[in-house]
């Protein structure tokens, strides 16, 4: 039995696909499986994969689902995934040359040390370059604490399926959306993260992705946001930060209309004591998402 999966949430991006196609079956170790969640795509995504099957070059599992948006997918992802480690790998992104062995031999230095939930590997521009800064710390670390060391930039994630399956995306109805950081943040509480320096990942960010629309993915799935910053609010490692939180909690909260905002705040004092503040941001930021409104959803 394979030992990793790589996951792949997809919708309409039967164009692009071929590209981490052709980077997973030039990997060298073919010791994977590849597990496609299509969110009720209306190209030819579907023969597109069915095609690569009979091809039998590698492993491929292919489901498809009602569109219910990237979170919904991710979750049907970690519930069908049977190998112990997953790595979610977007539908414009590639693989780098020798990362499944990479994946594997890391896992061997950490596989029997139960504090470990997974590794944190760089994504890169190219084959060669990192996104942003290489890491700043060495030795084992929660995935907020590199970031407050200094990290910037996007990550390439290989957690232990079994903790994923602990930690699944909310789901809530109307909306599509909530920011993985949700689950992350979660998983630091109790866990910590080996470091592996390589680049795993290669990213190419398309005008129909999720990090290009984020003033959009706020707008069509407040409520989700709003529990995401007063989940954030309670686990703050500092005064600053949990003030921020409160900020965004209320602003997220006015613009999804959630009702007892106030009796469901992680923090009612600094609640009341920034909201005048948050009235302030808020203001500042509906231009932003009057524009997005106005310009359809």
């Not at 039995?1 to 790589?6: A, F, Q, S």
């Not at 948006?69 to 190998?83: F, I």
Request: positive net charge; proline residues 2%; hydrophobic residues 35%.
């Amino acid at each position: 039995m394979d030992i990793l999966t790589i996951f792949t949430p997809t919708y309409n991006r039967a164009y692009i696909l071929p590209k981490l196609y052709q980077s997973l079956c030039a990997q060298e170790n073919k010791n994977f499986d590849w597990l496609i969640v299509d969110d009720g795509s209306t190209d030819n995504t579907k023969e597109l994969v069915e095609q690569w099957k009979n091809e039998n070059i590698i492993n491929i599992t292919y489901h498809l689902q009602q569109n219910g948006g990237k979170m919904r997918a991710h979750n049907q992802g970690v519930k069908m995934c049977e190998t112990e480690l997953f790595l979610c790998v977007d539908s414009d992104d590639y693989l780098n040359k020798g990362s499944i062995e990479m994946i594997l031999d890391n896992y061997s230095t950490w596989k029997d040390n139960e504090n470990i939930a997974g590794a944190v590997a760089y994504r890169g521009k190219s084959e060669t370059e990192t996104i942003e800064n290489e890491f700043p710390i060495n030795q084992n670390t929660s995935l907020g604490d590199l970031y407050r060391a200094g990290f910037k930039g996007d990550t390439s994630l290989i957690y232990r399926t079994s903790i994923l399956k602990q930690y699944l995306f909310p789901e809530i109805e109307g909306e599509k959306f909530i920011t993985e950081d949700y689950v992350y943040s979660q998983i630091d509480e109790k866990y910590k993260m080996t470091l592996l320096p390589k680049i795993l990942i290669v990213c190419e960010y398309l005008s129909d992705g999720y990090t290009k629309n984020a003033i959009k993915l706020v707008v069509n799935n407040a409520k989700g946001m709003t529990m995401y910053y007063n989940m954030k609010i309670k686990l703050a490692k500092s005064f600053k930060e949990r003030c921020m939180f409160v900020v965004r909690y209320i602003s997220t909260c006015k613009l999804s209309k959630l009702k007892n905002a106030f009796k469901r705040c992680n923090s009612r004092f600094l609640y009341a004591l920034l909201y005048p503040f948050s009235w302030i941001y808020y203001r500042k930021k509906l231009k932003l998402y009057k524009s997005v409104v106005n310009n359809g959803k």
